[in-house]
């Protein structure tokens, strides 16, 4: 994809997600729309995936471990091809299967049912550690938020990748600096981020998680030191897209009213 139609992308993704979340009354669209650039670059340009051959053994494994940006998760495979996109109508629905976490049962795509916060980067090294073994060339990335980084099992698993030189293991930590109830700063700050990944034996890069040019180039450049696992801090906006929604901690739980609906499209299509 071209930059400007991986943009087209991240703004359909966005109002999916809207549409989504307002229809079904649920929340994380701050989330979502914080995420929506980096999905976009990763099925728009990076991800070596077939829509036709989901089970592809030598596909790579995309793991939401940041499971409550599931609307957001279900509308990108939905627009790479790994399922209708009237299914999108499923979510959060009775009866359906496109759930409020994020869920892999019934929807190809989806490697990893997630929501639990810290359970998708061990995961993730298990997979990374399964194809060094085995020679495979798939590989792994796992989308994380900021404050998951709150949770330990994830620096033993950053431990854990450091060891086995799993080089092809990429994390992207979408840090829009706001979790829950609060921001970061003010529940478990986080920095010196970067040079924590450093010091754990990780190859580190910054990036600006909105800017699909530095995102792409910086994703295919993995791995950014052979021999060690990839940490990619994207540095994003919580809500972008809705200048309303930016930056504010109300849009972790709360969903666009009807009429808010209408104006919050207005803005992605505009954006």
Not at 25 to 31: A, N
Not at 192 to 215: N, Q
Not at 218 to 225: A, M, N
Request: charged share 25%; net charge negative.
């Amino acid at each position: 994809m071209t930059d400007e139609e991986t943009r087209a992308l991240a703004r359909t993704l966005r109002a999916h997600s809207l549409r989504m979340i307002s229809s079904a009354k649920t929340s994380h669209i701050g989330s979502c729309l914080s995420l929506a650039d980096i999905l976009a670059v990763l099925y728009g340009s990076v991800l070596r995936v077939d829509p036709k051959k989901p089970d592809w053994p030598d596909r790579d494994r995309l793991i939401v471990s940041k499971g409550h940006a599931a609307a957001v998760t279900y509308a990108a495979v939905a627009e790479a091809g790994f399922m209708p996109i009237e299914r999108l109508g499923e979510y959060a629905r009775n009866g359906g299967q496109l759930y409020g976490h994020v869920t892999h049962a019934g929807v190809p795509g989806v490697e990893m049912s997630s929501g639990s916060l810290g359970h998708g980067l061990p995961v993730g090294t298990g997979m990374a550690l399964t194809g060094k073994r085995e020679g495979r060339p798939w590989r792994v990335f796992v989308l994380m938020s900021d404050g998951e980084c709150d949770e330990g099992s994830n620096w033993e698993a950053m431990m854990f990748a450091a060891h086995h030189k799993l080089d092809n293991l990429t994390i992207v930590i979408d840090y829009n600096k706001i979790q829950s109830l609060d921001f970061v700063d003010k529940t478990i700050g986080l920095e010196p981020l970067a040079d924590k990944f450093t010091a754990f034996g990780w190859g580190v890069r910054e990036v600006d998680g909105h800017d699909v040019s530095a995102l792409r180039r910086t994703l295919e450049s993995v791995p950014i030191e052979p021999g060690k696992p990839n940490a990619i801090i994207a540095h994003t906006v919580k809500g972008k897209g809705v200048s309303w929604m930016e930056n504010k901690v109300l849009w972790h739980y709360r969903q666009p009213a009807e009429d808010e609906l209408a104006k919050a499209l207005a803005e992605v299509a505009a954006s």
